[in-house]
């Protein structure tokens, strides 16, 4: 597993790189500020994945630099 959803210090969720240790990003937008609803979605999708860099799927998924 690469990906993880996580709960920051204001209580808002993000999917977060934890090979790069890094939020993760998604065609150019970070993955914070989300509701946890999304922040799963998203993190079983990267995982997956379907359409992102948990293997080694292209784009959209990638991680921010």
């Known amino acids: 597993m690469r990906f993880a959803a996580m709960q920051d210090p204001c209580d808002e969720w993000l999917v977060y790189d934890l090979d790069l240790d890094l939020p993760a990003e998604m065609d150019g937008r970070a993955l914070i ?4 609803g999304e922040a799963e979605r998203l993190t079983d999708q990267a995982n997956a994945g379907f359409g992102g860099l948990a293997g080694n ?7 921010v630099a």
């Not at 500020?33 to 946890?36: A, D, M, N, P, W």
């Not at 799927?57 to 991680?63: E, M």
């Open 33 to 36: 500020g989300l509701t946890r």
């Open 57 to 63: 799927s292209p784009v959209p998924f990638a991680s």
